[in-house]
C-alpha cells in the first residue's frame, strides 16, 4: 500500500466513524423527541414480547417497548459519560501545565498527590466513593472524575515541559506575553492533540465504568433509564427473555466500538508517524 492510499484510508475511516460518532451525540440528545413509544408506559397484556417488526428489541416484563428504552438511555449513559471525560480531561490538563510551568515544589506536590490517586485501583476506589456519596449518576461522575484525571495531568505535563524549551516560547516571554498567554495561547495548542485523542479513547472506558457503578446500584437508579442499570434491573430474565438484558448491553458495546475506533482514526490522523 503506498503512502498516498495509506492516507486516504485514514481518511475514509476519520470521516466514517467520526459521522458515526455524531450520530451517536445526535441520538442523545434528541432522541426522546423521536421514539416510537413512550418507554415508560406499560402494557401488560404483551410482557416479554420476543423481538417482532412491532418491537424491534421486544418488551420487557412489564411490556415497555426496549427499543425505546434504549434509545432513551443513551442520553443518560452516553451525555454522562462525555461530562465526565470533559471534567477530567479539564482538570487533569490545568494541573499538568501548572506543574510543569513552574516546576520545583508545585510539581512535585501535584505529582505527588497524582500518584496517591494512581496508588488506589481506579474502579475500587470510585465503587468506595460512590457508596459514601450514596449513588446517584452525578455521584458516580464524581466518583470517577476522582480517578480519571491524573493521566491526563501527566500527558500535559510531559507536553509542556517539552514545549517551555522551544524557541518561539522565550520570542513570546521577550515581547511580553503574560503568563496565562504563554500557557493558553502558546503552550495548550502544541499539546492538546494527543489530550483529545487520549480523551476520545477514554470515553469507551468511562462508559463502562458508569455502566458498571449503575449495574451494582451506585449509579443510575430507576426510574432514569441507563443502560447499565437497565442490564441489572432485567439480569433475572437472562434465561427467559434474553433481549431484555441484551439490548442495552448490545448499546454498550456498539457505543464503546464507534468511540474507539473513531479515537484510533483521529490519533492516526494528527500523528501519522505512527503508523
Known amino acids: 500500500m503506498t503512502k498516498k492510499s495509506k492516507k486516504s484510508a485514514v481518511k475514509t475511516r476519520l470521516i466514517v466513524f467520526g459521522c458515526l460518532t455524531i450520530l451517536l451525540i445526535l ?84 505529582m505527588r498527590i497524582s500518584d496517591l490517586f494512581l496508588a488506589f485501583p481506579g474502579l475500587v476506589f470510585a465503587l468506595a466513593l460512590a457508596a459514601v456519596l450514596g449513588g446517584g449518576i452525578m455521584n458516580a461522575v464524581i466518583a470517577l472524575s476522582f480517578t480519571g484525571w491524573p493521566k491526563y495531568a501527566r500527558l500535559a505535563r510531559s507536553g509542556a515541559l517539552a514545549q517551555k524549551k522551544a524557541l518561539y516560547l522565550d520570542a513570546a516571554r521577550l515581547s511580553g506575553d503574560s503568563t496565562g498567554k504563554m500557557i493558553f495561547r502558546h503552550i495548550l495548542p502544541n499539546i492538546v492533540g494527543p489530550i483529545i485523542v487520549t480523551a476520545i479513547l477514554d470515553i469507551g472506558t468511562m462508559l463502562m465504568e458508569i455502566a458498571g457503578l449503575s449495574f451494582l446500584g451506585l449509579g443510575a437508579r ?51 508517524s505512527g503508523r
Open 222 to 272: 430507576p426510574p432514569i433509564l441507563e443502560w447499565g442499570s437497565m442490564m441489572s434491573e432485567s439480569r433475572n430474565l437472562l434465561i427467559t427473555a434474553p433481549w431484555v438484558t441484551l439490548s442495552p448491553g448490545l448499546a454498550i458495546v456498539i457505543t464503546v466500538a464507534v468511540f474507539n475506533l473513531f479515537g484510533d482514526a483521529l490519533r492516526d490522523r494528527l500523528d501519522p
Open 27 to 110: 441520538l442523545a440528545i434528541f432522541g426522546q423527541f423521536f421514539l416510537p413509544y413512550d418507554p415508560y408506559k406499560q402494557n401488560l397484556s404483551n410482557t416479554k414480547a420476543m423481538p417482532s417488526p412491532a418491537h424491534i428489541l421486544g418488551t420487557d416484563r412489564f411490556g415497555r417497548d426496549m427499543f425505546s428504552r434504549v434509545i432513551l438511555g443513551a442520553r443518560t449513559s452516553i451525555l454522562s459519560t462525555l461530562l465526565l471525560v470533559l471534567i477530567i480531561m479539564t482538570v487533569g490538563t490545568a494541573i499538568g501545565l501548572l506543574a510543569a510551568w513552574y516546576g520545583k515544589w508545585v510539581d512535585s506536590l501535584l
